[in-house]
């Protein structure tokens, strides 16, 4: 199986909070049956003493 993501835009940050967009591509077979599936992520952080924490994922 083959997976590749790549940024949509650049990475924002507006003071200790900052997000990012990806989209990927996955394709391949699995159990004799073709896969070609598209998706996007969005991942937001937050800075938290000098330290960016991951929020969330979806």
């Known amino acids: 199986m083959n ?25 391949g077979t699995s159990k004799d049956r073709a896969i070609n599936s598209s998706n996007a992520e969005l991942m ?7 330290a960016w924490i991951i929020r969330s994922i979806h």
């Open 3 to 27: 997976h590749r993501a790549r940024p949509v835009d650049p990475i924002v940050v507006s003071g200790d909070a900052a997000c990012a967009w990806s989209r990927g591509v996955t394709q």
């Open 44 to 50: 937001a952080v937050s800075r938290v003493n000098g």
